[in-house]
């Protein structure tokens, strides 16, 4: 079974984006929930996760400072990463791909935004080209 984080400071949104999950057919994956992007940090140091999927703005490490840990962390640089994000700033959206972002979704998103976005990745993935 594959694992999924959800990380957003709002329980509304780490819950709508789960719902977009289950509604754009990824039922069958394990989903973990994250307030900010130290939890997420610290659950990817502890247990192997295929996706995580992350606001951009979060109290305590915002998703750049994550994007940031994740790629200088060897073990896990393979871990793709989605920012869904309210910002409209390209050099922002240009540096989150450069640090390895697989993808950035503006907000407000919709099920079928999150089924396109997990969907091509792990297409991607099982085809060898992530």
Same mark, same amino acid.
């Given at each position: #079974?594959?694992?999924i984080i959800i990380a957003d400071d709002s329980s509304l949104a780490r819950m709508f984006t789960s719902r977009c999950l289950s509604a754009g057919g990824f039922r069958n994956y394990e989903v973990t929930e994250a307030k900010d992007g130290q939890e997420v940090f610290a659950l &990817? #140091?502890?247990t192997t996760y295929d996706l995580v999927i992350s606001d951009l703005n979060m109290p305590e490490m915002d998703g750049v400072e994550l994007m940031t840990r994740?790629? /200088? !962390? @060897? /073990? &896990? /640089?393979s871990? @793709?990463?989605?920012i869904i !994000?309210?910002?409209g700033?390209?050099?922002q959206r240009k540096a989150l791909v450069t #640090?390895?972002?697989k993808a950035i979704l503006s907000k407000p998103i919709? @099920?079928?935004d999150i089924a396109k976005a997990v969907g091509d990745l792990l297409d991607a993935e099982e085809n060898g080209y992530a």
């Open positions: #079974m594959k694992k &990817l #140091m502890e994740i790629s /200088q !962390t @060897p /073990q &896990l /640089q871990v @793709p990463v989605i !994000t309210s910002a700033n390209e050099d #640090m390895g972002a919709t @099920p079928s």
